[in-house]
């Protein structure tokens, strides 16, 4: 099946950039969100790390013009008719990823593949959403999407051959590097990331030592480009609590306990970067 147009459910951190690489390697992309502001912001971070791509000479501004041309935004999703694979990258939530799957159910042809960028719900629990567990599967990104070259792919129990190939070629086409997984709470890569922050997490806690000191050691004893907290603060602590408690309770076992601090600075608003405060305060 030949992929000529491809659709991204969700104008965010994520969504905008799976849009943009799908768009840079020459698919037509339906970008999809609840609203205008929505869908306009992710299109201006997307022009706006173009912009320095072609300010880096990464790329013409001839090649980013048309980059642009290729994504078309949309609020309804009834546009996604047209598109011959999709990934739906909205927020870490099961209920609204389970109405948008059953939504995309009735709206796509039954052959189109229907992808999903969660971070760690089962894809089979998605799947089940559907009339086609069989082209339902998990396509991981990292983030940022631009700059990452892992994509995580997720078979769920009934993902079929065909569907698994599709997306692997898919991975490669926008210059990614496809890692297959397994259908388990947090995959591969949130099964072993999380715990980590989340233990960093405990260490701030209970007193081992300061977030900077915690990253310092991270960083330059571990060789790790960013420290956990830091990288929490990336990723969203909002998001990385719904991983955890995903996680936590998918395996029933204590190890993965979120950290009380952590559930209190969410709970506070302190959502890290994107709201200027996290574990370290941002402007």
Request: hydrophobic share 40%; aromatic share 8%; with cysteine.
């Amino acid at each position: 099946m030949e992929i000529k147009t491809f659709g991204v459910v969700g104008a965010g951190q994520m969504g905008n950039g799976i849009a943009q690489v799908a768009a840079m390697s020459g698919l037509n992309v339906v970008m999809n969100d609840i609203s205008e502001e929505f869908v306009q912001k992710g299109l201006d971070n997307i022009a706006k790390l173009l912009s320095r791509s072609v300010e880096k000479g990464k790329m013409t501004a001839e090649d980013k013009d048309a980059t642009l041309r290729r994504i078309k935004t949309c609020v309804d999703l009834k546009n996604m008719a047209d598109v011959d694979f999709v990934v739906e990258a909205a927020t870490e939530r099961e209920d609204l990823k389970f109405e948008i799957f059953r939504d995309l159910e009735g709206i796509c042809p039954p052959g189109v593949i229907l992808a999903t960028n969660t971070s760690s719900i089962p894809i089979g629990r998605i799947a089940a959403q559907t009339k086609r567990p069989e082209k339902v599967i998990g396509m991981h990104f990292m983030n940022p999407v631009p700059v990452m070259k892992l994509v995580e792919i997720i078979r769920g129990i009934a993902t079929d051959d065909d569907t698994f190939e599709i997306t692997r070629d898919l991975t490669l086409k926008f210059g990614k590097t496809p890692a297959g997984a397994s259908d388990y709470p947090g995959f591969i890569t949130n099964r072993i990331l999380l715990p980590m922050i989340n233990e960093a997490i405990f260490c701030l806690y209970t007193g081992n030592g300061t977030a900077e000191d915690i990253d310092t050691v991270m960083k330059l004893g571990m060789n790790h480009p960013m420290g956990p907290l830091e990288l929490a603060d990336l990723i969203g602590l909002d998001t990385c609590l719904a991983v955890l408690e995903v996680i936590y309770t998918g395996f029933n076992d204590s190890k993965y306990r979120p950290c009380p601090l952590l559930r209190r600075y969410v709970e506070a608003g302190w959502l890290g970067r994107k709201t200027g405060r996290g574990f370290y305060k941002y402007d």
